[in-house]
């Protein structure tokens, strides 16, 4: 816990000084209508950089002194974590490919029959029955269209409501 | 900001286009701008109490008419199975839904997501009570006495109490809303830039001290907010800022899609950590037990009038419904006279803080709607609801749009009214989601907050940011960094830095603008105060501590 804590410190330093950076190119003094463009983020990022300096430092002292303390991350839940982001992060990688509608219905048949081991019977009808209802909420009543992939305009189009 | 009051409005019109062309009867276009309140329809120079009350009544009117009433029990059946699930709270609630609201006139926009929050507010402790489990971080303080209650077989009892007291902070807070607002907007009026600097500076420092954690950290959490807020286009300048030459990060990022990822997916991730077990009491709302209830609220009433009005002073100022309701159930704990029971069932134990959480959650309403700064997390994603539909929050919109301005406090009132009966009858079918398995209802939260994430823009790649915005809410919640703050300074950046440019253009540069006199000057040395106050007293604690050592 107490090295991800100085880790993150020392990343949030990192996007600190990535926006000095800008900052200083975009000019940060009076321009031609007042304060330039910069000005803003520069005394934002000054105040990150210099605030993440001093969290480091005492996560330093107190690393030092009182040794790593707890895990950051729960004996065990690295996995359970895991079970959730990555299927997430695949159904957002098919949402490109189907549309959210289609990789929804796969998704949430993976995550129901797989993961939590939920009756067959019971997955199919949830997995069809969400997708649908959002679908005809969103795009037929609400007239938001969601993502649509690249294939999933033609695949839906099979579908005759 | 003053000229682009309807700026915005664009993003409406399509969709109304599109109602149009389908010919939907959704909603007669005129209805809340409509003729029985034109008549009344607030008087600019709303000062006098006279025309406090009849703008209120006016307000009530609006709130009344059969379409938004339906939609305010919409919102607050939505909000309250929000607020009993864990992994979606209020502010995620209310920021998924706001893509919805684009559809609807002003008035039912805010009035869904206010009743978003109001019913969050109050189904935030039948999770609390039935389960141990608090489904939002307000109401972990009433855990500590509900559970205890509910197990002991008075499950009902303790309902009823949650939530009468719910309805009475939400009575005193709405009270304040409607009788100070009108004057704070007034005063507000003379606000010029350095004042609405000097405003926000109050608010963060406040809420830097108020959350209780690292003032390095939230500090960190402000200023990132707000860098994240500058990403984009600068709209004084029109130069794009740190974009590094990519085209995604063009459009900056939409607070919505924060909000989702930080308080959603990083919930999520928190909760399957620790692995949620689900073993709850089960309950029935009896007449016998509201007559308890009501007996106990009456015996306790100092409790609950002092609680409340904690949680109204911590929404104003701005600190949100949490730590009101850990600050009231000290209070109540530290000023009963039978300390022992506490922990056990004690009933102010539950009053106290659920008084305070909903008072603070109506009360943020008050700064929000006066001065454009929202008292709360909750309130800031509200806030920033109004302002994509062109609506700034802040002391003109008392002149501007007065009807809508009443119209929402008046439904706040009612929706107050509507919430507490919906979950006093329904609280036992509220309380049967959590009896859902999580693996159900997981991937369904994910794929509802990645709808609510793309729908803001209509672009993937928010839904990309949503995923990492989930990750660092994780690292954050893990690490203490606050939240809020971030939520907030998100909502508020474009604001705030035209507000300081604007101020150093008056003073030519001069930053001593951000200290005239007679507005500014205090409320900057308030902040100061408040900022640097906890700091001072423990150096002064550690030098006498080496005295007396």
Redesign the interface.
């Known amino acids: 816990?107490r090295k991800?804590?100085i880790i993150?410190?020392l990343g949030?330093m990192a996007?600190?000084l990535?926006?000095l950076g800008?900052?200083i190119r975009?000019g940060f003094g009076?321009?031609m209508?007042?304060?330039?463009?910069?000005?803003?983020?520069f005394y934002?990022?000054l105040?990150?950089v210099i605030?993440?300096f001093?969290?480091v430092r005492?996560g330093i002292k107190i690393l030092k002194k009182e040794g790593m303390g707890k895990p950051?991350?729960?004996k065990?839940?690295?996995p359970?974590?895991l079970?959730?982001?990555l299927?997430?992060?695949g159904?957002?990688l098919l949402?490109?490919l189907l549309g959210?509608h289609l990789a929804?219905v796969l998704?949430?048949a993976f995550?129901?029959g797989v993961?939590?081991?939920?009756h067959w019977g019971?997955v199919i009808l949830?997995s069809l029955l969400?997708?649908f209802v959002?679908y005809v909420l969103?795009d037929r009543i609400?007239?938001?269209?969601?993502?649509e992939g690249v294939w999933g305009k033609n695949i839906m189009a099979l579908i005759p409501f | 900001m003053g000229e682009k009051h309807y700026g915005s409005h664009t993003l409406l019109i399509p969709?109304e286009l599109?109602?149009g062309r389908d010919g939907a009867p959704h909603k007669p276009k005129t209805e809340h701008h409509g003729l029985p309140c034109g008549a009344l329809s607030a008087k600019p120079e709303g000062g006098t109490t006279l025309d406090i009350l009849s703008n209120w009544m006016m307000g009530l009117s609006v709130a009344l008419q059969p379409y938004n009433l339906m939609i305010a029990v919409v919102g607050l059946t939505l909000g309250i199975i929000v607020g009993v699930l864990p992994g979606l709270g209020g502010a995620n609630g209310v920021a998924i839904l706001i893509?919805?609201t684009?559809?609807m006139s002003p008035t039912s926009a805010v009035i869904l997501l206010a009743c978003i929050y109001w019913g969050a507010l109050y189904g935030g402790g039948i999770c609390s009570i039935l389960f141990n489990i608090p489904g939002e971080p307000w109401a972990v303080a009433v855990t500590f006495d509900g559970y205890p209650m509910a197990k002991s077989g008075r499950a009902g009892k303790a309902l009823v109490l949650s939530f009468l007291s719910h309805g009475v902070g939400a009575i005193i807070g709405v009270i304040l809303l409607t009788f100070f607002a009108p004057i704070i907007a007034e005063f507000a009026l003379r606000f010029g830039p350095p004042e609405t600097a000097a405003v926000m500076v109050l608010t963060f420092s406040a809420m830097t001290r108020l959350g209780g954690k690292?003032a390095?950290?939230s500090?960190?959490a402000i200023?990132?907010g707000?860098?994240l807020a500058?990403v984009g286009m600068?709209i004084?300048?029109g130069?794009l800022?740190?974009t590094?030459g990519t085209v995604p990060l063009m459009g900056g990022f939409h607070f919505i899609v924060a909000v989702i990822g930080l308080f959603g997916?990083g919930e999520?991730?928190l909760t399957?950590?620790?692995?949620l077990k689900m073993e709850g009491v089960k309950a029935k709302v009896t007449l016998k037990d509201i007559w308890d209830g009501l007996r106990d609220l009456l015996r306790f009433r100092r409790i609950l009038i002092m609680g409340s009005l904690i949680g109204c002073w911590l929404g104003i100022q701005p600190g949100g419904a949490t730590p009101a309701s850990f600050m009231a159930y000290g209070f109540a704990k530290s000023s009963a006279a039978d300390k022992d029971q506490f922990g056990k069932g004690a009933s102010s134990g539950i009053i106290a803080p659920e008084a305070a959480g909903h008072g603070a959650g109506t009360a943020a309403t008050l700064p929000m709607i006066t001065l454009g700064i929202p008292g709360s997390p909750t309130m800031a994603v509200i806030m920033g609801g109004l302002m994509i539909m062109g609506l700034q929050p802040g002391p003109m919109l008392f002149k501007e749009h007065a009807d809508f301005v009443w119209g929402f406090i008046g439904s706040i009132w009612v929706a107050n009214f509507l919430g507490l009966i919906l979950v006093m009858a329904f609280a036992p079918a509220f309380a049967a989601i959590l009896r859902i398995?999580?693996?159900?209802l997981?991937?369904?939260i994910?794929?509802v907050c990645?709808?609510g994430a793309?729908?803001v823009n209509?672009r993937?790649i928010d839904?990309?940011y949503m995923?990492i915005f989930g990750?660092v809410g994780?690292?954050f919640k893990?690490?203490d960094y606050p939240m809020a703050p971030m939520v907030l300074a998100l909502v508020l950046g474009n604001l705030a830095?035209s507000a300081?440019?604007?101020a150093?253009?008056m003073g030519h540069?001069n930053p001593l603008i951000f200290f005239r006199p007679p507005i500014a000057l205090p409320l900057m040395l308030i902040a100061l105060f408040l900022f640097f106050w906890p700091t001072i007293s423990k150096w002064r604690q550690r030098l006498s501590a080496k005295k007396g050592g």
Do not use: C
Not at chain 1, 115 to 118: A, C, D, E, L, T
Not at chain 2, 437 to 440: A, D, Y
């Open positions: 816990m991800a804590d993150v410190a949030l996007v600190g990535l926006v800008d900052a975009l009076w321009g209508s007042g304060p330039e463009a910069g000005f803003f983020p934002m990022s105040g990150i605030s993440t001093f969290i005492r950051l991350i729960a065990g839940g690295l359970q974590i079970w959730v982001l299927p997430a992060v159904v957002v949402t490109e959210l929804t998704y949430l995550y129901m993961v939590g081991r939920i019971k949830l969400v997708p959002v969103f609400f007239l938001i269209p969601l993502p | 969709t599109r109602h893509p919805i684009f559809a690292s390095l950290k500090l960190v200023f990132l707000f860098i500058a600068d004084v300048s130069k800022r740190m590094f997916l999520i991730f399957v950590e620790e692995g398995k999580f693996s159900i997981m991937p369904i994910i794929y990645a709808i793309f729908a209509n993937m839904i990309y995923i990750i994780y690292l893990k690490l830095e300081a440019r604007q150093l253009i540069g």
